[in-house]
């Protein structure tokens, strides 16, 4: 899935880690996952202040979770 990262390395805070496109980078790499093992939809379960993000990525409030059609042409949630 690429690289290492080491945990609890020292940093300055979240500003060394958010807004790199890693979240963005681990919701493909599980939409990709689920699509190979044949799933159809990709579930989350959000807190209120992410939804917004989710939203973004495709996914569809489904309360309490977020939910995301993987073949969207095929199969629409």
């Known amino acids: 899935m690429g ?11 979240p500003s060394d880690y958010q807004h790199h496109g890693l979240g963005r980078r681990l919701i493909e790499a599980a939409e990709e996952e689920s699509r190979d093992r044949g799933f159809d939809r990709l579930y989350v379960l959000s807190a209120v202040g992410t939804r917004r993000y989710y939203e973004a990525s ?20």
């Not at 690289?3 to 805070?13: D, F, L, R, S």
């Open 3 to 13: 690289a290492e990262v080491p945990v609890g390395q020292a940093g300055n805070g």
């Open 58 to 77: 495709g996914f569809q409030r489904a309360d309490p979770h977020m939910v995301k059609s993987l073949f969207a042409a095929r199969n629409p949630s």
